[in-house]
């Protein structure tokens, strides 16, 4: 019902620039909130970057300065741009979205979307 497709990653040198789009479709109302996260081999997922519908921003600590999340509320995309990587910044980073959807019956509901993943690596 709501796809999330992410585009960017790769491979680049520490001190680097990356920058990691995602588009959101699907039968939506409303998207408050969006979002980058990251997992590292044995490590849990964690949050990198959020931004509401008005333009609030939250970072996680470690990519504050370095990171910049932006989205574009007319297309449903958010981009995040990584400057000064580093090696600890290697992941997989996946979107994510909290998309309101208004059912047939006219019911809204609010769920959670991914976006299936795209791999950053940052060599030292």
């Known amino acids: 019902q709501v796809q999330l497709v992410e585009s960017g990653g790769g491979l680049v040198q520490a001190g680097g620039s990356l920058g990691l789009s995602c588009a959101a479709s699907?039968?939506?109302?409303?998207?408050?909130?969006m979002g980058w996260y990251r997992q590292a081999p044995g490590k849990q997922r964690e949050l990198v970057a959020v931004i509401r519908s008005g333009g609030l921003t939250n970072y996680a600590d470690a990519v504050k300065g370095r990171f910049t999340i932006s989205r574009d509320n007319a297309k449903n995309t958010v981009h995040l741009q990584m400057n000064s990587l580093k090696a600890e910044d290697t992941a997989n980073y996946y979107c994510?979205?909290?998309?309101?959807?208004?059912?047939?019956?006219?019911?809204?509901?609010?769920?959670?979307?991914w976006g299936q993943g795209t791999l950053v690596t940052v060599s030292s």
């Open positions: 994510n979205a909290r998309v309101v959807v208004r059912r047939q019956s006219g019911r809204f509901d609010a769920l959670d979307a």
């Open positions: 699907g039968t939506i109302f409303s998207i408050p909130a």
